[in-house]
């Protein structure tokens, strides 16, 4: 099967999955566990022979998980205070979102309504309400794991919401809400492996994507395994499914979504980091900072963050606790 074909299947993969309810896996899946010997790599594979520079853990120097205390109740949508960054985009009409479009139960593409949906997409559209009162002042920008720090330097988008880990290198550049999602990295591997666990891949494939924490923690891993960069998580399904890797190591989350998609796999191992997420913002944005945790408050207390996990992720824990540096 070629690589496109590969990715059809994917796509019929997930038409399936989406036609039978959400996150229940296909019925009938689609061949799409088969090992062709010769077929073309996504573009932008990259084989890494040094560790990435931005390993996670490297910098302890901060709390990565506190963020900017609420400096009052909302205000009500539609009407921000003057001089506000939340005026600003009142005024500008829409709410600018980083999101993933191939990330299956978190930030995906509808095939039938050609909509983006998940868990990280209706977060922001919380944030478009309350800013709005109109969850659909959304325009979605669609960045991969590396796009998005530049993305938020640049003033490309207000705000990314995607699977985004909170940690002090980052913190460097941007300035993250309190944590919405507490996620932690485990291994995929085919259905038919013997692989336990991140440990039993010493000198063995693993992919995951360029610009991710995922990438800087399989390439500090004790077990010494050799990290495989891609732009997207889906290019990581595709090398997995045609024999090239040997294994995908990143978020719990997103292994749940390849594991719905594709039935010839099965999640491995323990947990073997912490990945916080939080909404990230330019780093001068702190007002909006605080009014999204004011927001992230409210979600919490009032069901919706639990509404949401059950809609996309299952059963819901009790939300994560906010903690504030100031
Ligand atoms: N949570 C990890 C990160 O922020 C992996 C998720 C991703 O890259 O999309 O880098």
Wanted: aromatic residues 8%; contains cysteine; glycine residues 8%.
């Amino acid at each position: 099967m070629t690589a496109r074909g590969v990715r059809w299947a994917v796509t019929a993969a997930v038409l399936a999955v989406v036609a039978a309810g959400c996150g229940a896996v296909p019925s009938a899946a689609p061949e799409i566990g088969g090992r062709s010997a010769v077929v073309p790599a996504p573009a932008g594979v990259v084989e890494l022979t040094a560790p990435p520079s931005t390993a996670p853990g490297a910098d302890a120097s901060c709390d990565a998980t506190a963020s900017f205390r609420p400096d009052g109740p909302l205000p009500e949508p539609g009407r921000m205070p003057a001089g506000t960054t939340m005026a600003r985009i009142r005024d500008k009409g829409r709410l600018v979102v980083g999101v993933d479009q191939n990330t299956y139960l978190m930030g995906f593409r509808n095939p039938f309504s050609g909509e983006l949906e998940g868990f990280d997409v209706d977060m922001a559209r919380e944030v478009a309400r309350a800013i709005f009162g109109d969850p659909t002042r959304v325009q979605f920008k669609v960045l991969t794991s590396e796009e998005r720090m530049p993305a938020l330097e640049q003033g490309q988008v207000d705000v990314v919401v995607r699977t985004m880990t909170m940690n002090c290198e980052r913190w460097q550049r941007v300035s993250f809400s309190t944590v919405y999602y507490q996620a932690g990295q485990r291994v995929l591997v085919p259905s038919s492996s013997d692989v336990t666990g991140i440990d039993a891949l010493a000198g063995r494939k693993v992919c995951a994507t360029k610009g991710s924490s995922s990438l800087a923690n399989v390439a500090n891993a004790p077990g010494k395994p050799i990290p495989v960069a891609v732009p997207n998580w889906t290019d990581c399904l595709v090398l997995l499914q045609q024999g090239q890797v040997d294994a995908i190591s990143t978020d719990n989350t997103i292994l749940a979504g390849f594991a719905a998609q594709d039935p010839y796999t099965k999640v491995v191992g323990a947990v073997f980091t912490a990945e916080p997420y939080g909404m990230a913002f330019p780093k001068q944005d702190q007002d909006f900072v605080r009014f999204a945790n004011a927001l992230l408050e409210r979600l919490r207390a009032d069901g919706t963050w639990a509404a949401l996990h059950r809609r996309w992720l299952g059963d819901p824990p009790p939300p994560p606790v906010a903690t504030y540096r100031d």
